[in-house]
């Protein structure tokens, strides 16, 4: 595959599992059986090179995981992962392919290493890839990076403690960008800072991917954020992808049960005064996922056929949504 | 008489390097039945101002200067022990994390009918009828079967129900919530909002809602004041603030807050952050991020001035005062 291959990343039936068993010893006293918590479930999406996918959803719904999986921390228990055509694995063990991805966390406090300069932390992707050698390069590049995102070039002198949350979140960026990769996936990245920090660096993210033609997998429990930032989105609950499609068409025209709970639930801005029925119930543990689908204790529309038999995913439209009110046509009301 | 009467206050703190000034010259009140929704960035100073007035600054921190006064009696100069006795009779706390409030070692029947029992005289078997109301209250599922239960028996959003029975159960008449649902899911957080309003309205109780959640705020308050640096910049009725805000500073955080209903290219930014309490700038201290600034922000200080139907400390409205 060439790296103008339209799609940078594509995930194919990714199911991870963790092992979630008691000790052995103690398991052998009850009698009980190694216990699993599927963490992703059936899990398939593209990105397409240039554009972003956003993943929704609330805590623990595997969002995190599914971070993980596609910049290869961790490998799926079954499925497929390809990144510009090529399975991951064999991707990330080529330097070539594994420094054009990169991940930016959540929590810009515990990313960065406080005992290193920041020129030391936005460098150490450059020496490690070995992209440039002579110390002047890798100095005005460090200038370029710290520039291109905001701080200046003599941040780099400085420790991470010296900076605002925002600032250090300006810093994870560079280092993202320091192998020039093409994908970044970012997993909340702005849920630690202030609204008017994180509108900072929305704004920049959007900036850099107009100027570099970058590709994100970009996750947050945040549904307006997601909205901004959003080419396709895939709306997540236990595990599972239960509606993904063009991120305008799910916004307007929402279509399963839960995303049309999480709409309606969230608190907004322009819902000054306005009286709502919040929904009822709460994500229940995902070891013990219900049978069926996970979503029928709380929904609505929910009948025998969906307390025992899992949903498939079922094109509509642009859209894919897994619900079997949806496909036999009775989720309109 | 407003039911809470918040007086030019100021909250300090010595340290080796000198005193800081963490809220200085913080005034508003709250009327009886009312929700105050308090909005500002991280250090703005908006737990400060809760926790000076249910008395539980932590030392060194200490109320320099100003009054807080509850129905028309001054509070912030009481002993630690009559304090001690209006907090939770007459001010209910709830906090961001509802283990802080939680005992792990007590089951959630007993952390209630001590709470009851302490503030109100009733036997130990009404108190306990009293509990189980309460839980019922907050939407605790099977709630006589579940009062022995501890703690850690329950879901997040269940136990920061259960700290709301908690603070509301000895019918306190103001209840001071700091971030309540800032470490809960987004479709728990709307129910506990719902709830928490519902209660008040139903017992009278004024509330003063702290959160960053614009959306919450939006929804919930009948007034907001939006806090920057320490001090107040604007405060009003909530649909003033969220869809006409006077002060260049709240207008900028509105519209940095991305949408639900609507996508635009580019987010409103307010370039720069909000400056450190040991290098607050000469005069309207947002001066440096204000894109409407002019000489006399650098120089003299805006107190709060009438701004149509809010209040703002912004230079701004002075000269549109100055002929009514
Ligand atoms: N290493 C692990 N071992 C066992 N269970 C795990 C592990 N990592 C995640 N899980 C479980 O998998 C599920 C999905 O976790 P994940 O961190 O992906 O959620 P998330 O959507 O990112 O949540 P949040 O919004 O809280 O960050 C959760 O139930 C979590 O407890
Ligand atoms: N114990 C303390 N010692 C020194 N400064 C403090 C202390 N507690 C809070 N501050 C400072 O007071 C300011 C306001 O804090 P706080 O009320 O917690 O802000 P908010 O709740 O709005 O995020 C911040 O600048 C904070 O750093
Ligand atoms: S499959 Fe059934 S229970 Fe699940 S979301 Fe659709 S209607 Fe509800
Ligand atoms: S007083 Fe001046 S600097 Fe401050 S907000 Fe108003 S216009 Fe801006
Ligand atoms: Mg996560
Ligand atoms: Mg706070």
């Known amino acids: ?333 | 008489m407003s039911l809470l009467d918040v007086q030019d206050l100021t909250v300090e703190f010595p340290t080796r390097r000198g005193v800081l000034r963490a809220l200085d010259g913080v005034s508003f009140s709250i009327e009886a039945g009312e929700v105050l929704g308090v909005v500002g960035e991280s250090g703005a100073g908006k737990s400060l101002t809760g926790a000076a007035i249910i008395g539980l600054l932590e030392p060194p921190g200490r109320v320099a200067g100003g009054r807080i006064l509850l129905d028309g009696a001054r509070i912030d100069d009481l002993p630690a022990d009559r304090m001690r006795a209006i907090r939770g009779k007459q001010i209910g706390a709830i906090f961001q994390d509802p283990l802080t409030t939680l005992n792990p070692l007590y089951s959630i029947g007993r952390q209630l009918v001590e709470t009851i029992q302490t503030h109100l005289r009733l036997s130990d078997r009404d108190a306990r009828a009293r509990a189980v109301k309460w839980l019922e209250d907050v939407g605790i599922p099977a709630a006589r079967e579940r009062i022995d239960a501890y703690p850690h028996e329950f879901s997040g959003g269940m136990r920061q129900r259960v700290v709301i029975a908690l603070a509301l159960c000895a019918e306190p008449r103001l209840v001071i919530a700091d971030e309540p649902t800032t470490a809960l899911d987004v479709s728990i957080q709307a129910q506990i909002i719902a709830l928490l309003k519902n209660l008040a309205r139903e017992h009278g109780t004024s509330v003063m809602l702290v959160t960053h959640d614009m959306g919450v705020i939006a929804e919930t308050a009948d007034r907001v004041a939006v806090m920057y640096a320490g001090r107040i910049a604007e405060i009003g009725p909530v649909r003033e603030v969220v869809k006409h805000p006077a002060h260049p500073y709240s207008e900028g955080l509105m519209g940095s807050i991305p949408s639900l209903t609507h996508r635009v290219e580019r987010l409103r930014q307010i370039d720069g952050a909000m400056p450190r309490l040991t290098a607050i700038p000469q005069g309207c201290a947002f001066n440096p991020r204000c894109e409407k600034v002019f000489d006399r922000c650098r120089v003299e200080r805006p107190d709060l001035m009438e701004a149509g139907r809010s209040r703002a400390a912004c230079w701004l409205y002075a000269a549109e005062n100055a002929h009514v």
């Not at chain 1, 330097?95 to 959540?106: E, P, V």
């Open chain 1, 1 to 333: 595959m060439s790296e103008t291959s339209a799609v940078v990343l594509e995930a194919t039936g990714v199911t991870r599992l963790f092992d979630v068993s008691r000790p052995w010893l103690q398991r052998v006293l009850v009698g009980e059986k190694r216990r699993h918590l599927r963490a992703v479930d059936d899990v398939s999406f593209a990105i397409p090179r240039g554009t972003t996918l956003a993943l929704v959803g609330e805590s623990g719904c595997g969002k995190s995981t599914v971070a993980r999986l596609a910049v290869g921390l961790y490998g799926p228990s079954s499925g497929d992962i390809r990144f510009e055509g090529q399975a991951l694995s064999a991707a990330r063990s080529q330097a070539a392919l594994r420094r054009r991805m990169n991940m930016i966390f959540q929590d810009p406090y515990a990313s960065l290493n406080p005992r290193w300069r920041v020129r030391d932390i936005v460098a150490e992707p450059i020496r490690a890839f070995r992209l440039l050698s002579s110390a002047a390069e890798i100095d005005a590049r460090v200038g370029e990076l710290l520039t291109q995102v905001g701080l200046a070039a003599a941040d780099g002198e400085k420790y991470p403690h010296e900076f605002s949350g925002g600032q250090r979140q300006r810093i994870s960026i560079a280092r993202a960008l320091s192998s020039e990769p093409d994908f970044l996936v970012c997993d909340e990245p702005t849920s630690a800072l202030d609204v008017s920090v994180q509108a900072q660096i929305l704004n920049l993210m959007k900036e850099l991917q107009q100027r570099l033609g970058l590709t994100y997998l970009f996750i947050s429990h945040n549904l307006a954020v997601v909205r901004h930032m959003a080419d396709r989105l895939g709306v997540m609950y236990l595990g599972r992808i239960v509606e993904m499609g063009p991120g305008e068409e799910v916004f307007r025209n929402p279509r399963h049960p839960y995303t049309r709970m999480l709409l309606e639930a969230i608190p907004d801005l322009d819902m000054v005064g306005v009286a709502r029925t919040p929904v009822g119930g709460e994500v229940p543990s995902p070891i013990n996922p219900p049978p069926g689908c996970p979503f029928h204790p709380r929904c609505k529309l929910a009948n025998d056929r969906c307390r025992v038999e899992k949903p498939a995913h079922v094109r509509v439209g642009e859209v894919e949504v897994a619900c079997h009110a949806v496909q036999e046509g009775r989720a309109e009301a």
